[in-house]
């Protein structure tokens, strides 16, 4: 959203370039250089352009202009001045890099009316409580002496209302934990995050929708089985919840919204066309144990954001746009992957209702409980009260099935999703179109050799699982490094009964190898495999080895992944093209569909399936922005093949009447 201030692209464009600087001056703070550098590039076609076009600037810069530009900056939580020069020892002084104007950086910076603002806005200016305060101070003055630079935080946090001061230093704490390059490049990722705020005030440019995802974010992360975490897993009492509130929320933006048999919640943008396509979109609403709050729920609530404007301008397509909020996709519950999206596909087993949970809980039980009936939307009717309750058995699943989604219905399946990774935030592109969903082959490999005692079994005799299994994981390792798409995971290493003085006789390990196409990963399963033998031959280890997961790679339609990278570049933005390396519900839908993804990136390092999951607003506002405009994209041409086939029909009609 756009709103009317004094500050316009337009004028940063026409500008000459000291006034481009002038207009820019504390975007960054006590530094001018980095504007400088690019009022060359002007002109920006979006306040995007114009801030990748920063970021990279600083990305570019040298070692000393990068330290800086962050100690240019105050500490947090101290007023300006009041670290004193005589707190530094003259060795750190020597080294310590300078400011914009050539000098060195010492005691606390002037504190800008930007920074200032900030901190209010944090909480930070207001009389915090002794020990808060002493802490952010003793840990200020840890931070400092372990990188010779301040703590720098974007306090203004993901959505811009601010940090709490425990977060603040809470974030100081573990960021503490990094080695010297790993933090000087997120002391650099903050700086910019800092600089894209303080332009999106000047610009007057607030991410409404992003703003609104964030906060039905964080009403859903209250349905949660954890007082102190969320879990939110398949047919709980928070799993319901959370359907009822996605539902209330389709209702209020207009779309028809029932919940179907197995508590897909699913919300129809209804087009007037007659026996017209259906365009769908969605991800999931379950999560893992202690998960985070964005892990497939911003892939449904940014649609209907983006659904409820269009009802507010009546924008008329020509196909149906279904979100599918899916009930389930993490397989924590039942160990059923996918289970909300194969109940669109009809992939569903005959088994499948015997399944039990930890607990001994069968799910045609708990779906019975849950009384969604046959999944059948009436008109009028109340999304959560069927017309009747069936029983729940062998017939009903059967129907369930025949109710797949015929694929000469759908136009596609798009999905939106955290990247669930580091590298759009190593790179600080805040968008990825979605080249593909590896393949995955996950093994149990189990090692039998030898066990002995510690002191009395000589070197030499040793028959060693856990040796094995330790050269067996750096060779996973090996094979697996230099390949961009290809990546290998040893996640589980046990040694049953394992003691401090017996070698051990026994080990456990799993084996999981992925990749962005099939050949590549199958390749370098067979010289895994190859090693393994070669390994245990060599050591007297017997081996066992059982192939637990088998998953052929799912590619995003080359169509669908180029109008993704269209709209990115009329947002001004990279078309920054990768693989996923998680499962999604997409690789389901692809049964039926052509299906695209567009990844969002998240902070804290990439971090997915923990509390410390983020996304900021103003990229889910650029995906909600990319997303509508591949859906305007797409209606365009289903538009201009309905015309076709009208014009074709009335030549039809014509030539059948004998007269033009």
């Known amino acids: 959203m756009q709103m009317d201030n004094d500050l316009s692209l337009a004028a ?39 801030l990748h076009a920063l970021w990279r600037c600083v990305a570019e810069a040298n070692d000393d202009e990068q330290r800086a530009l962050i100690c240019a900056h105050p500490e947090l939580g101290v007023l300006a001045g009041s670290v004193s020069d005589d707190a530094v020892r003259p060795s750190e002084v020597v080294d310590r890099p300078r400011n914009g104007d050539g000098l060195p950086v010492r005691g606390n910076p002037t504190l800008t009316a930007a920074s200032a603002y900030e901190q209010q806005v944090a909480g930070l200016r ?32 993901s959505d811009g209302a601010g940090m709490t001061p425990e977060n603040i230093l809470a974030a100081l704490r573990r960021r ?78 207009g779309l028809r919204t029932h919940i179907d048999a197995f508590g897909n919640v699913i919300g129809r943008y209804v087009s007037d066309v007659p026996n017209a396509r259906t365009l769908l979109t969605g991800s999931h609403y379950d999560t893992v144990r202690n998960g985070g709050k964005y892990d497939g729920r911003v892939g449904i609530l940014l649609p209907i954001a983006m659904i409820a404007g269009f009802q507010g301008r009546k924008v008329r397509l020509p196909f149906h746009l279904d979100v599918v909020a899916f009930a389930e996709e993490e ?43 046959d999944g059948i939307h009436r008109e009028g009717q109340d999304v959560e009260t069927p017309a009747a309750t069936p029983t729940i058995d062998a017939a009903w699943l059967a129907a369930v099935r025949r109710k797949a989604l015929a694929p000469e219905s759908l136009l596609a399946y798009l999905e939106m999703h955290i990247e669930q990774g580091p590298v759009l935030f190593t790179e600080e592109v805040p968008l990825g179109v979605v080249t593909a969903i590896s393949g995955s082959k996950r093994y149990i490999v189990r090692l039998d050799g030898i066990a002995g ?60 190898i992925r990749a962005g196409d099939d050949a590549t990963r199958d390749a370098a399963v067979d010289d895994v495999m190859a090693h393994i033998a070669a390994i245990c031959a060599r050591r007297g280890v017997e081996v066992g080895i059982d192939l637990v997961l088998a998953s052929d790679t799912v590619p995003c339609a080359p169509a669908l992944q180029q109008r993704f990278a269209s709209a990115l570049r009329e947002l001004g933005l990279p078309s920054r093209r990768l693989p996923s390396g998680a499962g999604h519900d997409a690789v389901e839908m692809s049964r039926i569909t052509d299906v695209g993804m567009l990844f969002i990136r998240c902070g ?40 076709l086939v009208q014009a074709a029909c009335r030549r039809a009609d014509v030539a059948e009447g004998g007269s033009l």
């Not at 409580?129 to 003055?141: F, G, I, S, T, V």
């Not at 090996?478 to 051990?504: K, M, Q």
Request: net charge negative; charged share 25%; proline share 4%.
């Open 176 to 253: 503490l934990r990094h080695n010297a390059h790993d933090e000087q490049a997120e002391a650099l990722r903050q700086i910019n995050r800092i600089a894209e705020l303080r332009l999106h005030k000047r610009l007057g440019i607030l991410p409404m929708r992003g703003l609104a995802v964030l906060r039905w974010c964080d009403q859903l992360a209250m349905h949660s089985e954890d007082a102190d975490a969320l879990t939110c897993t398949y047919l709980t009492p928070a799993h319901r919840a959370s359907a009822r509130d996605i539902a209330q929320w389709m209702r209020e933006a």
């Open 604 to 643: 804290n390092g990439g971090i997915s399936h923990n509390p410390l999951e983020t996304v900021t607003a103003d990229d889910l506002e650029r995906a909600g922005q990319a997303f509508e405009w591949v859906v305007h994209d797409l209606a365009k041409d289903e538009w201009a093949t309905l015309d």
């Open 453 to 512: 005692h510690a002191g009395a079994m000589p070197m030499t005799m040793r028959r060693d699982a856990a040796a094995a299994a330790a050269e067996i994981t750096l060779y996973v390792e090996s094979r697996c490094s230099g390949i961009a798409t290809l990546v290998g995971t040893v996640g589980r290493l046990e040694v049953p009964n394992g003691s401090v003085n017996v070698v051990p006789g026994r080990c456990l390990m799993s084996i999981d």
């Open 331 to 373: 397989g924590v519950r039942f160990r059923t992957s996918f289970l909300g999206s194969s109940v669109l596909t009809g992939n569903l087993p005959d088994a499948l209702l015997a399944r039990a949970d930890e607990s001994g809980v069968r799910l045609d039980r708990l779906l019975a409980e849950a009384g969604w009936g």
């Open 126 to 157: 207001n009389a915090l409580p002794d020990a808060l305060r002493e802490a952010l101070q003793h840990d200020n003055r840890a931070y400092r002496a372990r990188f010779g630079f301040p703590f720098v935080l974007a306090v203004r946090g």
């Open 12 to 50: 940063l464009n026409t500008a000459d370039p000291s006034t481009f600087v002038a207009l820019l001056d504390g975007l960054y703070e006590h530094t001018e250089w980095v504007t400088s550098r690019i009022a060359a590039q002007r002109p920006f076609v979006s306040a995007n352009a114009l």
